[in-house]
Nanobody, 124 residues
């Protein structure tokens, strides 16, 4: 079973950028679709982006399209989330997760492994 550890969060001013990383242990990282989710204070956790393991095709929530970019480096067992033009409403704990699914990426029930999360705080 893979284990996931996020990093790269922090405090940043609005308009800035961050790159979050999700490091995976185990040799099966390349066979998992990787997803990023976030949970803002007082809100439910929501889907942000996903990247498949077959052809690295990507999927994004409408709210982040054009500002967020998900990628993966299978040689490094790491998934990334580049966040540009940060807004205060992007403040949340960001989680990465792994799934065997190749569709319905926004469904959190499909993900069998989760990281502990990394805090992103955007000041106005």
């Amino acid at each position: 079973q893979v284990q996931l550890v996020e990093s790269g969060g922090g405090l940043v001013q609005a308009g800035g950028s961050l790159r979050l990383s999700c490091a995976a242990s185990g040799r099966t990282f390349s066979s998992y679709t990787m997803g990023w989710f976030r949970q803002a204070p007082g809100k439910e956790r929501e889907f942000v982006a996903a990247i498949s393991w077959t052809d690295s095709s990507t999927s994004y929530a409408d709210s982040v399209k054009g500002r967020f970019t998900i990628s993966r480096d299978n040689a490094k067992n790491t998934a990334y989330l580049q966040i540009d033009s940060l807004k205060p409403e992007d403040t949340a704990v960001y989680y990465c997760a792994a799934t065997d699914y190749l569709s319905d990426y926004a469904n959190q029930k499909h993900y069998h492994t989760w990281g502990q999360g990394t805090q992103v705080t955007v000041s106005s």
